[in-house]
């Protein structure tokens, strides 16, 4: 079985504590379903963008929108590398539409989970595509300013057994309860290192650690994005995956300790975390102060039924009459009179058995 050689320095551990804490923070956040759901967009659209920018795709952000959500950035005459870079951005958003049902925890993952997740990111966006073989040659990292090898993989004969053993260790450990940072720090770091494929592994292994992080609970309601920390400095990034005294896989990288890279991920994690609760914070205290505007445009009596409209969606007369404590009459009154400004509408028109709702803009301002 793959042992990766690591040690829990003390500021690792801060991290996994500092972790803990902000993930509970952000799942107690009081977000609601809208605020959530723009907060989520945002995180996938820097996600594909970040990830695909990593490995040289030119697309903005503001393109990558425009192609998921239209099916195209350029013009249909656009040159080659345009078309090359909405590929892999179709590739990569489809990839990332696996992450929920790979992270079912009651399976364990495979091989060909793996190799179905670079099939998605090296597809263009299709779908009914089949898990992608290893590379069968010898391949290479080179700089791209001096053209000198900067990494030499594992020979192809040798990966299949390196990727059987990499998914052993992730299960093993996922049962094992090491903690799920650090197991897809790891799977990251060591899909990177053996080099499945001539092209598509950097994204690939991304996914994978963001499928781990999912699988132990770090999900954080998909509204982190680990690839702006690692595109931010791109550099600092390659620093921290290449470990060991030689380019080449055989001369020491195998037995490498990896805990600086460890280290660097897990405070990529940190930093993606707040940012999440920085956000969450400002968009749910905008929410509140377009609440408290709404709330003083309403007049006393409607400010205090509002909390019938906390239980209950639809009310009658009946409720008003009996919170209130007033006669039908006035209840009916004050129906018209809320119906006249806009404060309830009519759901249901039936004479005996008329029925209100909250205005549906109020409702989404104040609930």
Same mark, same amino acid.
Request: glycine share 4%.
């Given at each position: ?92 958003? =489809? ?88 197991? %897809? %720090? ?18 690939? =292994?991304?996914?994978? =650690? ?20 690692? %595109? ?136």
């Amino acid at each position: 079985m793959f042992k990766p050689i690591f040690s829990i320095t003390p500021q690792i551990a801060n991290c996994l504590i500092n972790l803990e804490k902000l993930k509970l923070e952000i799942q107690n956040l009081p977000i609601n379903p809208i605020i959530l759901k723009s907060l989520r967009e945002t995180a996938r659209l820097q996600t594909i963008h970040y990830s695909t920018y990593i490995e040289g795709n030119r697309l903005t952000i503001e393109q990558v929108e425009e192609l998921i959500k239209m099916g195209s950035a350029f013009p249909k005459d656009s040159n080659s590398e345009q078309k090359r870079d909405e590929k892999e951005i179709l590739g990569y958003y =489809a990839a990332l539409e696996q992450v929920k049902t790979l992270s079912n925890i009651n399976k364990p993952l495979t091989t060909q989970n793996l190799q179905f997740i670079h099939a998605l990111v090296m597809g263009a966006g299709k779908t009914n595509i089949k898990p992608t073989s290893y590379r069968d040659t010898q391949n290479a990292i080179y700089d791209g300013a001096t053209k000198k090898i900067v990494y030499l993989p594992p020979e192809a004969k040798d990966v299949p057994l390196l990727i059987s053993n990499l998914i052993d260790w992730i299960n093993f450990a996922e049962k094992e309860n090491l903690p799920c940072p650090l197991r %897809a %720090a790891i799977s990251h770091y060591q899909f990177t290192t053996i080099h499945p494929y001539f092209d598509g592994n950097g994204r690939t =292994a991304r996914i994978i =650690a963001t499928i781990i992080l999912h699988r132990g609970g770090y999900d954080l309601k998909g509204l982190y994005s680990l690839e702006e920390y690692y %595109a931010k400095n791109l550099n600092t990034y390659y620093e921290a995956l290449s470990v060991g005294p030689s380019h080449n896989y055989y001369m020491g990288r195998e037995e490498s300790d990896i805990t600086a890279w460890i280290s660097y991920f897990c405070q990529g994690m940190i930093e993606s975390f707040e940012k999440v609760k920085t956000y969450a914070l400002i968009e749910y205290n905008k929410g509140h102060e377009d609440k408290s505007k709404t709330l003083r445009e309403l007049d006393a009596q409607q400010q205090a039924f509002l909390s019938v409209f906390q239980k209950r969606k639809v009310i009658t007369t009946k409720d008003i009459e009996s919170f209130f404590g007033i006669s039908t009459r006035s209840a009916r009154n004050l129906c018209n009179k809320w119906s006249k400004t806009n404060f309830i509408v009519i759901k249901s028109t039936a004479k005996k058995s008329r029925t209100y709702e909250l205005n549906p803009e109020l409702d989404k301002k104040l609930f």
